[in-house]
């Protein structure tokens, strides 16, 4: 007998990538960044812990990252929400809007915790595969749904869609319509333009890929007030620490040190991509801080496996066995993989 | 036009007690605890803040957290569940037993949040009022729900239901319990011991009460394996930042500082309690860090206000508009308390 509701039985939860905590590993797969934090981070935190009490509930709403937030993205604090990662901003999204039965649509393949979500729901998850060249599914302006989403840049692919065919997108549909931003800083624009008009608009934004901080899970969200308002009766009341809201008014007020990072990153892509492509590799397009290779028909779970035996791990998604996604670290470390995977061909190990 | 789904619309969302930030206020509203955390917390955060890297996602299930809780409190790792907040574990818990048109049930009054979260699931709340003195309500044991709840030390009324009366609770019942434990180390015994027999009993605790971190949102529960790995799949991947991973580490290794802190608050609690029965107020017997006063047909909003001008915060409820949480704060702060109170009462101003 179980206790618990009959669909959970049936769920396996989201699978998050390994996280080994020993340092053994080059990290290429949960798209961290290979920079450290702006050093203002460190300091604030260093002067601030002694004066602060912890023993004392943090800012419900996140006053002072909020004030932060508005003067970086330009939008007012009351059209902002603050969340424990932009996952908790996701879980929230999905409770608020999805029902038993209620129906989600999205690209597919792409970030698989949406679906997972709307499992937990009892929603219905439409997965509408990319067109050619990765583009915006039709189907999707025209599907019946309570809630859109669209990871853009998108995971696991990489790959991006311009701000027109998002506001092509806003226009045919009158759901809620969230456009997860994880990876936009690495891409070439943003929606966020968009918010003003479109008051079914959600932005979502992290601190973990372009700003270096999944250690301290803070996300947040733009909309417009009437929506930030609708969600925050879903959100706990003290959902970020106040060591997650001092670090990361912190390294918002070093925006053009995250920018700098991005530009290195942007730049190892490139370089990283052509040498995969040289290897015989499909290399996806990226506007992410990641790619994905494929060797389509084949199964790459033998390169993760030897990769992983030389202390490289990448992310091997049984979903999608002929693709690895991999994170892009720093130069030293996108060399290294490449001579041990040279290697690996090369003795036909494979 | 509402983006919502309905049921939103009628909830309101649980509202938390005020949060001035300024240090301008004797803050005896949120059961704060008044001495600050063990030197511990601060000094392991000093020492491997320059060496851990922030831009990892820390451990998805806080590994050394429940390595130290398990030292602690006698269950294996696998037994336990840690949360941002404990307030974030019942969300989970609410979530993974409740569905619409469900029950939970719990005795009167207690924490409001309960009531929301059930109402989030569009899930059926059975409030049963407690018995004589506080009492466990017969019919509890008999009701038919999916989920029962008992606080204990309850919140706001401070009393305290004994480990038999807990046993038989679980007993009769065959559906999930929780017993919520926030703020049981303030009382003389705790339903730990109770676990191992029961695989539909949960235990939650917090950080945020006895062991002065109410800054860095931790919570856990302890239940059976079987359990955990169900409540597994509703919880957000990397929950616990880094940071509060490794405070809540360092605090539970300092047990015995924690212990010191509560003789004091207990202390504390009896001469205050005495102080205000002596002002002529009912003072529920209380297992807590804080306590309810009472004046039966009055409305005390008239002292909450009147403090609140004085520059001390305590906790007024609408919805018991003739009692006051008092949460215990220093000896001289209650001092205080009481002077601005006998003065309010001897001028009339009430």
């Not at 960044?33 to 602060?52: A, D, Q, R």
């Not at 891409?187 to 918010?195: G, K, M, P, V």
């Not at 608009?201 to 996300?219: D, E, H, N, P, Q």
């Not at 009437?226 to 001092?246: A, C, H, P």
Request: net charge neutral.
């Amino acid at each position: 007998m179980s206790y618990f509701r009959k669909h959970l039985e049936l769920i396996a939860g989201y699978q998050p990538g390994e996280q080994p905590q020993d340092g053994q590993f080059i990290k290429l797969n949960t798209n961290e960044n290979p920079y450290p934090p702006s050093p203002l981070v460190i300091e604030t935190l260093m002067e601030n812990l002694n004066k602060h009490r912890l023993s004392w509930y943090p800012s419900p709403l996140c006053d002072e990252l909020r004030e932060r937030v508005s003067a970086v993205y330009g939008y007012p604090p009351d059209w902002i929400l603050v969340g424990n990662g932009s996952d908790e901003l996701l879980s929230i999204i999905f409770r608020a809007f999805l029902g038993k039965d209620d129906r989600v649509s999205y690209p597919y393949p792409t970030y698989t915790l949406y679906r997972v979500l709307a499992l937990l729901q009892e929603a219905n998850y439409e997965e509408i595969p990319f067109e050619k060249e990765y583009s915006l599914p039709k189907k999707i302006l025209t599907s019946q749904a309570q809630l859109k989403v669209v990871c853009n840049p998108n995971s696991p692919t990489g790959t991006f869609l311009s701000t027109p065919v998002i506001d092509n997108l806003l226009k045919s549909s009158s759901c809620p319509i969230v456009v997860d931003e994880a990876y936009v800083d690495f891409a070439r624009e943003n929606a966020l333009s968009l918010i003003k008009e479109y008051p079914h608009l959600i932005v979502l934004r992290t601190l973990s890929k372009s700003y270096s901080l999944a250690g301290i899970r803070v996300g947040f969200l733009i909309a417009h007030p009437e929506m930030i308002r609708g969600l925050l009766k879903v959100k706990d009341s003290y959902n970020v620490s106040w060591f997650s809201q001092k670090a990361a008014t912190a390294a918002l007020q070093d925006h053009h040190y995250m920018m700098n990072n991005v530009e290195k990153i942007k730049r190892t892509r490139r370089e990283f991509s052509q040498a995969m492509s040289r290897l015989g590799y499909s290399v996806l397009p990226s506007e992410a801080n990641f790619v994905m290779v494929q060797r389509p028909g084949d199964n790459l779970e033998s390169e993760y496996l030897y990769l992983k035996k030389n202390h490289i791990l990448v992310r091997y998604f049984s979903e999608w066995p002929d693709s690895l996604r991999i994170s892009i670290g720093t130069d030293s470390n996108m060399q290294l993989l490449i001579q041990v995977l040279s290697a690996m061909l090369k003795d036909g190990k494979k």
